[in-house]
């Protein structure tokens, strides 16, 4: 299982080698349901070591998002290959996410948002 976790400004930075495996994914998503019980509920997910993925990827990536919006956070994307992009825009999961082209618009976009509120 090849992932790691950073913070940057109190939001956490997955990055994430493949998302092939669900019982690796369910393990990283447990991870996650631990963070937010510590109350870090801003997820960076950066795609940049991923060129392709598949069903277990999106229910991946649906699950972190339903996790972090349940608790009050919100999860943003990063970096995603010309594949990926197109795998979420078929699907028409685009529209759920908050994707953005590097790690530092992400780190923008939650920015944004804690102004808001």
């Given at each position: 299982?090849?992932?790691s976790f950073s913070e940057k400004q109190g939001i956490q930075i997955l990055v994430v080698d493949n998302l092939l495996n669900p019982l690796e994914n369910?393990?990283?998503i447990k991870v996650v349901e631990d963070k937010i019980k510590e109350n870090n509920l801003e997820y960076i997910i950066d795609l940049c070591k991923?060129?392709?993925m598949n069903s277990n990827g999106l229910t991946f990536l649906?699950?972190?998002l339903t996790r972090a919006r349940?608790?009050?956070g919100d999860v943003a994307i990063a970096n995603l290959s010309e594949s990926i992009k197109k795998i979420l825009?078929?699907?028409?999961l685009?529209?759920?996410f908050s994707i953005h082209g590097n790690v530092d618009q992400a780190m923008m976009f939650f920015e944004k948002e804690n102004k808001k509120g």
């Open positions: 299982m090849n992932y369910q393990a990283i991923m060129d392709y649906i699950s972190i349940n608790a009050g825009l078929i699907t028409r685009q529209s759920a």
